[in-house]
């Protein structure tokens, strides 16, 4: 996905080729974990997660939890990527790693389970560390791309919030915990949430079209409605106090139009005036 994408990218730029290859291999295929190398000097030594739980728990554990306990000491570093979900809806109210987790969906109380499990691993001397994501956006998977295809809609809920997080800030989040901060739990936001209406106007202004059109909450589909269903605001200041991280896109404004220069034609550029010895 984006993220897999982003974040290899960057640990390959930083040297970790052999963690960039845990990132795409152990975490979308729990399986091929059997077969990456933890010992001798090019042994991998940081390990990323980023598998959802399914019904029966997080499959990473449930096929390799053994193999996780007994590398204690020979891992740097271990993240799980998880979801703000797990606070469940707070009425617009700020939350942050303190709040008591009460995830109001079959989903968010997976990850709330999941969560624990990675964290009881910290009794077994891993250095756990767990990144709760707010709403992931970057290239490909924008409000612009939403409006682009026709697809988006906006929901007159007054005093609706949300947080949301580039990708690129996801990434550089990670990237700071592998050398600062203990091992717990980090929100990852921007500084700036705002109801998804007006996310969603900005991306049709910058590319010169109109808002979409006000849709009724109850014409939406079952999972767009559980989205509508949790209200709350995500602190990040864990993250930047213990980390030293600080989001390249504080607020979507920003991450939207650097986005949008991405997939903005450039403007064609005059022919130069001929010279007065040209042919």
Not at 52 to 69: E, I, K, M, N, T
Not at 112 to 127: I, K, N, T
Request: one cysteine or more; glycine letters at 12%.
């Amino acid at each position: 996905g984006d993220f897999g994408e982003a974040e290899a990218g960057h640990l390959e730029d930083a040297d970790l080729a052999g963690c960039a290859e845990t990132v795409l291999g152990g975490a979308q295929h729990p399986e091929v974990m059997s077969g990456v190398a933890f010992e001798g000097e090019h042994g991998v030594d940081h390990m990323l997660v980023s598998v959802p739980p399914d019904g029966d728990g997080d499959p990473v554990l449930r096929h390799h939890g053994q193999l996780l306990r007994q590398l204690a000491g020979r891992l740097r570093w271990l993240g799980y990527l998880s979801t703000t979900g797990v606070y469940g809806d707070h009425d617009g109210g700020w939350v942050s790693e303190e709040t008591p987790l009460r995830p109001n969906t079959e989903r968010g109380e997976r990850r709330v389970a999941a969560e624990r499990q990675w964290l009881d691993l910290a009794a077994a001397g891993l250095p756990v560390h767990v990144f709760r994501l707010a709403g992931i956006y970057g290239p490909g998977r924008s409000a612009l791309d939403r409006v682009r295809a026709g697809k988006a809609h906006r929901i007159a809920l007054p005093g609706q919030i949300f947080s949301r997080v580039h990708v690129d800030d996801i990434v550089s989040g990670v990237l700071a915990s592998f050398d600062r901060g203990p091992p717990g739990a980090y929100n990852l936001a921007d500084d700036r949430p705002c109801p998804q209406d007006d996310v969603v106007a900005f991306a049709a202004g910058l590319l010169g079209l109109p808002p979409p059109p006000i849709v009724a909450l109850e014409t939406l589909s079952a999972m767009a409605r559980a989205f509508y269903a949790e209200n709350r605001r995500v602190a990040n200041g864990k993250a930047k106090r213990l980390l030293g991280w600080r989001p390249a896109y504080p607020d979507y404004r920003l991450g939207l139009r650097a986005l949008n220069a991405m997939t903005s034609p450039m403007p064609a550029s005059p022919a130069p005036a001929a010279a007065s010895g040209d042919q």
